[in-house]
């Protein structure tokens, strides 16, 4: 077995879970995270990373209970916005504020996005690396009701809300996986794609070119924690996005999105036809992210690379 | 006798303070302060305006008494960024720092910087017409020990310390006055140089080509307020710049710098070879920011234009 890092491929809140979880389970030094970058945006002056950023926050025990931004976070500068009459569709923490104003200021100073959110991670005393899955722009766009929404506009001001007709990460052609992803995916120990919307979440990672192929070449076992819970989604609208790509929402549908990259599965329910650990997948306090991230690292290192 | 608007002429506190005097006196909708720019500073992703600024919050009664800022503004994106271990030398509030993201939003989305401080300043509830000297950049630069600063690094970072030994105002060439200067100085009732520091606060604004050209054309006579109180300044580092353009201070040196606009000067003690008012020019409560306005306008309406 390869001593080499175990790698988590996050988007939203269920691979961030894992990843605080899997730190319990083998440290900051041992643990690498890729995060999708295609919900970035550039507003109120900063460069808003929001994935990678819910990462980090919950890696460094900093996210709060409200499920994004920084535990505690005031938010005077929207209420500022707010005053000049401004519609602020993108609620943003001071402090939240302050990180972004940060990036964008190392991004304009010449840092790669790798670079910035690296600072960032190692300021807030997080250990792992929190990795952007490229340094040029990918950003998701979704098709509902015949207009074309950026991923924020259509979480947040459509509330998710519509039949999901198209997807697209726009950029993507020109994105390459940056060399620490790929060097991280070549070395690892073990590699898990977390409980996270596969279209929206994993999706535009698994879209960079030559992603996909570093994952297959490596020698490292793969396997996918399914984001269904009880038969249904925790959070966020993955069953229309699953829709759209004509897939159930099960792990069947859960494992067809990614193959041919898994060696396994881990799901609450029997339903796909690869090695499977069947297991609580609800993560709901430190002890069951804990417990979900041993279980999932114990399994994959058990299959057959 | 015009019944044009008092131009105000403003920098630094003093001339914030005898704008929100006149206020009191002639009403906003009669009211047009033109103000330095050459302050102005692109920080934290924002378009920082330091003395539209200033003059804005004053004459919204939003002044903090701390002599800058938002009254009661308080200052979480600053603490944030000194939590990512970033030396904060420019303090914003976070409120502040709204108005100065909004206004960076506005230029990049192609208004000039005259439409966006107007937005701002009616966003803010104020009537009075608060005038960037011009639309393009001019950044006010101090040579102060062989080293050049800017402006607010000068006087930040190196507490306005150190002998003077230039002053540039990078950019002026290719600036001009506005067409909304241009009218409010054709049609002026009155011209009021507001006593703010003559080198680096009403420098700029007059170093504008065309603009000091336009107020000796303009019928308005043109009167200054000297920045002197009982014979000193009262807040900024005015004398070492009054030194190194070689004048005195006191009424006559100021009256030296602005020759030859002007028609006569009011001071609180006779110095200057001019027309004079001689006045307490202390505006430390309302009630004298609003004698001071009146007397001057008063003064300047008596002189031969």
Redesign the interface.
């Given at each position: 077995v390869s001593d080499g890092p175990v790698v988590i491929l996050a988007g939203g809140t269920g691979g961030a879970k894992l990843a605080r979880g899997m730190l319990d389970v083998v440290g900051g030094e041992n643990l690498v995270v890729i995060v999708n970058t295609g919900d970035d945006i550039e507003i109120?002056?900063?460069y808003v990373s929001p994935d990678p950023d819910l990462v980090t926050f919950w890696l460094a025990d900093r996210i709060d209970s409200r499920g994004w931004g920084l535990e505690g976070?005031?938010f005077?500068?929207?209420?500022?916005?707010r005053?000049?009459?401004?519609e602020v569709w993108f609620n943003l923490g001071?402090?939240?504020?302050?990180?972004c104003?940060?990036r964008?200021?190392r991004l304009q100073s010449g840092e790669r996005l790798t670079e910035a959110q690296q600072a960032?991670a190692s300021?807030?005393g997080v250990a792992a690396r929190v990795l952007p899955m490229a340094d040029q722009p990918v950003r998701t766009r979704v098709q509902a009701d015949q207009q074309w929404w950026s991923l924020q506009e259509f979480l947040i001001r459509r509330r998710g809300q519509g039949e999901v007709q198209d997807v697209d990460f726009r950029g993507r052609g020109a994105a390459r996986p940056t060399p620490e992803v790929l060097a991280a995916i070549a070395d690892a120990r073990a590699i898990i794609i977390g409980p996270s919307n596969p279209v929206i979440s994993i999706g535009p990672i698994l879209a960079v070119p030559g992603l996909s192929e570093a994952i297959v070449a490596s020698s490292a076992p793969t396997v996918a924690v399914s984001p269904i819970v009880g038969g249904a989604i925790v959070k966020g609208p993955t069953e229309s996005f699953m829709r759209w790509r004509g897939q159930s929402l099960d792990g069947a549908g859960i494992a067809n999105v990614y193959a041919p990259l898994l060696d396994g599965i881990v799901a609450d329910e029997p339903s796909a036809p690869l090695p499977m650990l069947e297991t609580s997948t609800l993560m709901n306090d430190p002890e069951s992210r804990r417990r979900l991230a041993e279980q999932t690292l114990s399994f994959a290192l058990t299959l057959p690379q």
């Open positions: 109120y002056g900063s976070d005031t005077q500068v929207m209420d500022g916005l005053e000049l009459g401004i001071d402090r939240d504020l302050a990180i104003l940060e964008a200021r960032l300021a807030l």
